[in-house]
Structures are given as C-alpha cells and as structure tokens.
C-alpha cells in the first residue's frame, strides 16, 4: 500500500503532495499505535 500517484498524459508520474502528506500522516500514526501495543509476536 502506498499513496496514490496521477500519472500523465505525456506518461510521467508524479505523487499529489497533498496524499502523500496524508499517507505519511497515517503511517506515522500507525507505528506510534504499534510501538504502544505490546508485541503480539
């Protein structure tokens, strides 16, 4: 899973700022959830 891209018609990709920042955002909150989790492991 990674965050959305908007690809071209001239066929170049390239990431909206603002999902990136939001995917960030989630996946930052995601490890700080994890780390206060016990391991499961």
């Not at 071209?8 to 995601?30: D, L, M, P």
């Given at each position: ?11 170049s990709v ?28």
């Amino acid at each position: 899973m990674g965050p959305k891209y908007v690809k071209f018609k001239n066929g170049s990709v390239r990431y909206q700022v603002g999902t990136i920042r939001k995917w960030i955002e989630e996946q930052t909150v995601s490890h700080t959830t994890q780390r206060k989790l016990p391991n499961n492991k």
